[in-house]
């Protein structure tokens, strides 16, 4: 199935690894030139030539904290013609009310929520001008199925489909179009992390990761967590001329866990 993606610009935020990263290898491997933005600037580099090597496709990296708001406005402007922004950055720490300072949610919510908001004012407003354009906003699925013991980001996701959706009902009067994505349990780098922060207390060794892995995968869907290429077709399909009558729309990438009955 030809996407349409070939000769499309693509702006993929939080794209020097996990999610992003793979969005950007999967819009580049559909013929799309990609902007990629993260705070890292080493990795970033790094991304860019890899993508460049495989793919042979134009990359621009961007190293930028979009946690402030000013970052954010001049990422927009700079990358103002893209066709496609993909809202990717961010991670939200667990903890439940009483264990996360203000500070630290602050901080979390600037650069996920808040930076969401900032960034896609600017990118809307040029595709709004222009009547063409799609902004696929990465979530997650605690936004759907809400926990206390990780309120900052299940209430923060909260927000974010919201917005998606609200905006994605307003978009179409302008030729733009609004999408999200619900990732649920993915193996990226960051989970891979908490596996092995989890190995480590429960066995002592952060390196017997894939035990924990291969019991938590028992109680999932299908057996076994996502992977990072199934969210990236996903979000390049919702980005293409192929889904051009959906907008407004969250779709979850979960295997069935939020609509699973819990124990």
Same mark, same amino acid.
Do not use: Y
């Given at each position: 199935m030809d996407l349409e993606l070939r000769g499309k610009s693509v *702006?993929?935020?939080g794209a020097s690894k996990g999610l992003g990263l793979a969005c950007a290898h999967g819009f580049a491997a559909e013929g799309a030139? &990609?902007?990629?933005?993260?705070?890292?600037k080493a990795a970033l580099e790094?991304?860019?030539?890899?993508?460049?090597?495989?793919h042979k496709v134009e990359v621009t990296a961007h190293a930028v904290d979009l946690g402030v708001t000013e970052n954010a406005v001049a990422l927009g402007q700079a990358c103002g013609n893209v066709d496609v922004l993909v809202n990717n950055a961010g991670a939200i720490p667990q903890g439940t009310l009483r264990q996360l300072s203000?500070?630290?949610?602050?901080?979390?919510?600037? *650069?996920?929520?808040?930076?969401y908001f900032n960034l896609t004012r600017e990118i809307y407003r040029r595709m709004c001008e222009r009547g063409s354009g799609v902004i696929v906003n990465v979530i997650g699925a605690a936004g759907e199925n809400h926990r206390a013991s990780y309120?900052?980001?299940?209430?923060?996701?909260?927000? *974010?489909i919201a917005f998606t959706r609200a905006l994605g009902g307003e978009s179409v009067d302008h030729g733009v179009r609004v999408?999200? &994505?619900?990732p649920g349990r993915i193996l990226t780098e960051r989970q891979v992390d908490h596996i092995q922060d989890r190995a480590e207390k429960e066995l002592g060794d952060r390196g017997r990761w894939k035990e924990i892995l291969a019991k938590m995968s028992e109680k999932l869907?299908?057996?076994?967590?996502?992977?990072?290429?199934?969210?990236?077709? *996903?979000?390049?399909y919702l980005a293409s001329a192929r889904a051009s009558y959906i907008s407004g729309t969250v779709v979850a990438i979960d295997g069935g866990a939020s609509t699973r009955p819990r124990a």
């Open positions: *702006l993929i935020t030139s &990609v902007h990629i933005a993260a705070r890292s790094a991304a860019a030539a890899d993508i460049r090597k495989k203000d500070e630290k949610w602050r901080q979390a919510w600037d *650069l996920k929520v808040f930076g309120i900052a980001g299940t209430t923060g996701n909260a927000s *974010l999408v999200g &994505v619900n869907p299908f057996k076994r967590t996502g992977n990072p290429s199934e969210v990236s077709d *996903l979000v390049c």
